[in-house]
């Protein structure tokens, strides 16, 4: 039997646990102060050198302006949650976010997988109508960073689709302002920079904190069931630019070389004009000046004209004056014509001496 007074076996079993417990609870304040200092220094947290933090005290933002609101790199003190909360924001890192004016991937290929590549359905699908009523769909990428993040830590990870939904309406107003001819060829880069311009004014009105450092078309494509008609299109378009370039190549030479030969000719044609113009001058200046002479001495003038005349008409045939003979007289003069020999030329008579020319003032003018 057990005697009355001694520990049962239990109380010597739980006796360690019974003296810890009171060890403890007689040291209870250096805990509750250990515990109260870590939760003190959970409010210290550290910036990295591309980041920028934003202290949130019960849900509001803490400073007045960007520069209070705004912690560099380095420690900073804030209470612990849930009083404050530090929001770190990469401000110099360059983000990249996938934009589709499509459907979710999985709903996309569900639908052609049960329908075929030879219908649109606008309810799994998404599109894009352009100026001209036609049908686009697009993919993209956007670039962006951090550019106000006072503003992003009210959105946080939620800024993507702020993101995404503007430069989705912002792709699908640009697109319905141009024709699909000038959108699939050489439009693509005005149409980024105009989507682009849209998609940052959208994300500013939305308080986002976001600036959009560039927009990529990835994919800009009619659909499957169009893809055929819409690559005719191109076609014909491509060979309507390389006729029209080889056309302009075409007169960028020929035009040139037309108006060189224009100058050449003009420059031949005064050229022409001076000599007529000196051969005319001097056709007069002689005619002038045979008409003073004729007017001097008119029979003279008269004789040596008809002999110039008969001389140019044969002159192909060896022509030779006939003196008269020997103490004889005949009126008029004789020409002795005869051919020329095999391989001589033509012989002119020389012109009348001032002798003959009395000569034939004494015997008379010829018939």
Known sequence: MRRAGAPSEIARLTAPIVALLDWAWQRMHWWVALMALLYALSGITIVKPDEVAVVLRWGRLVGDTPALQQHGPGLLFAFPRPIDEVVRVQVKHV?????????????FAKDYTNMGQDTLNPLTQGYALTGDQNIVQADMVARYRVSDPAEWAFYGPKAEDVLRVEVTAAMVRSLGEMGVDRVLSDGRKTLVALATRRAQIGLDASHSGLELSSLELTRLAPPPA???????????FIDAQTLQNEAQAYAQSAIPQAQAD????????????????????????????????YRANPTVIRE?????????????AAVRWVPPPPGGNYHGFRVSISPPRAGERPRRSTPPTSEDEDDEDERGTPP
């Not at 056709?283 to 003073?292: K, Q, V």
């Not at 040596?304 to 192909?316: H, M, N, P």
Request: charged residues 25%; glycine residues 2%.
């Open 262 to 293: 224009a100058d050449a000719a003009i420059q031949s044609a005064h050229a022409d004009a001076d000599s007529e113009l000196a051969t005319a001058q001097g056709d007069a200046s002689a005619f002038r000046a045979l008409e003073r002479e």
């Open 304 to 316: 040596r004209l008809y002999r110039d005349a008969i001389e140019k008409a044969i002159g192909s």
């Open 95 to 107: 983000w990249e976010v996938p934009v589709s004016t499509l459907a979710p991937a999985s709903a």
């Open 226 to 236: 169009l893809v055929s008609d819409f690559d005719a299109v191109q076609s014909t």
